[in-house]
Antibody, heavy 117, light 107 residues
Framework: EVQLLESGGNLVQPGGSLRLSCAVS????????MRWVRQAPGKGLEWVAV????????YYADSVEGRFIVSRDISRSTLYLQMDSLRAEDTAVYYC??????????WGQGTLVTVSS | EMVMTQSPATLSVSPGESATLSCRAS??????LAWYQQKPGQSPRLLIY???TRATGVPARFSGSGSWTDFTLTISSLQSEDFAVYYC?????????FGQGTKLEIK
């Protein structure tokens, strides 16, 4: 059974940092590119970051470029999103998903990040 | 910058009837278009990829069509479980863009 389990979401002050994790089981994260997608409260979906199936390349949405870093640990079958210089507009549920030649087949349940003072 | 525009924003349909949802890309995306269903409190679910291929386990009442810039998701004989928000997503390159969503509600 395929499972993606995000964790690490929390309440953080503006300018702070968080690291999100996505633990994957049921397939190897070397098989697919992996993506982070976020959804602000009551809003639509926004692609955030991607890491290629070979561990690179990595690409980011303009809204997070220079502040977020996506990485992975094959041995732990885990995807990460390091988020620095957080802003109020980064408040969202963050999902991880596998990228199957562009579309997202499996999604995690999401983890909530709230940026507020 | 790619913009995906979905219409209508909200669609009210009675159970048993059909619903037609539209998605328009600001630039050509060939057939690189997916549709997702999201219910309250749940993660999105892949329905359609390649503009018209149903994902595994998706009922045949869901069908996708279109290419280039104009796409349609049709849901025939609506069931109670189909009332949700639907998103289109283009994947013509590595920078993907979602539409803003269409809320399908019970009339």
């Amino acid at each position: 059974e395929v499972q993606l389990l995000e964790s690490g979401g929390n309440l953080v002050q503006p300018g702070g940092s968080l690291r999100l994790s996505c633990a994957v089981s049921g397939f190897s994260i070397r098989t697919y590119a992996m993506r982070w997608v976020r959804q602000a409260p009551g809003k639509g979906l926004e692609w955030v970051a991607v890491i290629g199936d070979s561990g690179g390349p990595t690409y980011y949405a303009d809204s997070v470029e220079g502040r977020f870093i996506v990485s992975r640990d094959i041995s732990r079958s885990t995807l990460y999103l390091q988020m620095d210089s957080l802003r109020a507009e980064d408040t969202a549920v963050y999902y991880c998903a596998n990228d199957v030649r562009g579309y997202y087949h499996y999604w995690g349940q999401g983890t909530l990040v709230t940026v507020s003072s | 910058e790619m913009v995906m525009t979905q219409s209508p924003a909200t669609l009210s349909v009675s159970p048993g009837e059909s619903a037609t949802l539209s998605c328009r890309a600001s630039q050509p995306v060939d057939f690189n278009l997916a549709w997702y269903q999201q219910k309250p409190g749940q993660s999105p679910r892949l329905l359609i990829y390649g503009a018209s291929t149903r994902a595994t386990g998706v009922p045949a009442r869901f069908s996708g069509s279109g290419s280039w810039t104009d796409f349609t998701l049709t849901i025939s004989s609506l069931q109670s479980e189909d009332f949700a928000v639907y998103y289109c997503q283009e994947y013509n390159n590595w920078r993907h863009t979602f539409g803003q969503g269409t809320k399908l509600e019970i009339k």
